[in-house]
């Protein structure tokens, strides 16, 4: 029987499924997966739907909802611990598990909606951290091969808000392994902002609990926190990728920018540089709260997130949105913004 699948999407846009089905361990997702498979009917695997934009005409075939929890400890020494989660698990009740334990590792993720099996097809990161640093092992459904495996970090293809689980649909996430360290303080802190935030130097450690707290306040006043009396919040978080240019189109860029001012820019391997999405998109002339058609907007709070603000507005609308940003700042600065979520029956 057909479903809506906007309530299971942040977003709250998404047409219809033709079948709807819960799966509440791994063995569970397996056989839903094996099952539809095996029937020949298109599947789409849906946990937290924090990161996936579902068209309006909906999904044709069957939606396996992963609803899969629990954490344990698979391995330990003195200085860490590998914790196995349940893809199902929501991702933020991991992270504030792993801070009341004293495991570092994860802090600067606080915040981030979700599921945890979602975490190594993004590589999410945020804050100066990114899963693929603890991430030792993700146990997957092959559904070419019919098979359950580990594939070992290394093999995961990680890269910047990517990895080998992004663009294939051979891989179901049903766990996986973080290694994280023994200790009362963070990691150091990377990320500038964070550490103004702190009030500390980048660098510098600070308690666990404390970097939390502080991350939770940033992504709240950027609207990337879910709150239900929020319509910020009702996105994806970020919509576009921070770009990632080589040294020539870098430099045409900063011609095309050169009156005004130095963009923030990130120098990376090989002479590639990454720059700011959200300084591109508001230099290109859409500031906060920019309206779209049917509802959508940008956020009021950050330049990034494309809002569903009327809670009733459409996939389409979204899209429109999405492409008036990317061709009018491609047209400004040359630079081609990606979509960081996953679209679903839909394009941009």
């Known amino acids: 029987m057909p479903g809506p699948l906007a309530s299971y999407t942040t977003l709250r846009m998404g047409g219809p499924a033709e079948r709807i089905v819960a799966a509440g361990s791994a063995d569970e997702i397996v056989r839903a997966v ?12 849906l946990a937290g739907g924090s990161n996936v934009v579902i068209g309006d ?5 069957t939606v396996v909802l992963v609803r899969s929890r629990g954490l344990r400890v698979v391995a330990e020494d003195a200085g860490s611990v590998t914790v196995r989660v349940e893809a199902g698990e929501p991702w933020d009740d991991l992270v504030a598990a792993t801070i009341a334990n004293g495991w570092a590792g994860l802090e600067c993720l606080s915040g981030i909606p979700g599921s945890t099996g979602a975490t190594p097809i993004q590589n999410v990161g945020a804050y100066g951290q990114e899963v693929a640093e603890t991430i030792t092992g993700v146990e997957v459904y092959d559904r070419v091969e019919g098979t359950r495996q580990v594939i070992p970090a290394a093999d995961c293809g ?3 808000r990517g990895s080998i689980f992004k663009y294939a649909d051979r891989w179901v996430v049903l766990s996986v392994d973080f290694r994280l360290t023994r200790s009362p303080l963070s990691g150091p802190v990377r990320y500038a902002e964070l550490a103004r935030a702190l009030g500390v130097e980048v660098g510098d450690q600070v308690p666990l609990a404390e970097a939390r707290a502080a991350v939770l306040r940033l992504r709240a006043g950027k609207g990337m926190v879910l709150d239900a009396n929020d319509p910020d919040t009702r996105s994806v978080g970020s919509f576009f990728t921070n770009p990632v240019l080589d040294r020539a189109t870098y430099e045409l860029f900063l011609e095309r920018a050169a009156e005004l001012g130095d963009p923030p820019a990130w120098p990376g391997v090989d002479g590639m540089v990454k720059v700011s999405a959200a300084w591109l998109i508001d230099k290109a002339g859409f500031t906060r709260g920019h309206p779209g058609e049917g509802g959508v907007s940008i956020s009021s709070k950050h330049t990034l997130a494309l809002t569903n603000h009327s809670g009733a507005a459409h996939t389409a609308d ?18 081609t913004l990606h979509p960081e979520p996953v679209l679903i029956n839909c394009a941009l």
């Open 318 to 335: 979204l899209l429109m949105l999405a492409r008036d940003i990317r061709d009018t700042v491609h047209a400004r600065f040359g630079v």
């Open 57 to 61: 005409s909906g999904f044709p075939g």
């Open 158 to 160: 990680f890269a910047y």
């Open 34 to 45: 094996r099952a539809v498979r095996a029937a020949d009917e298109p599947v789409l695997i």
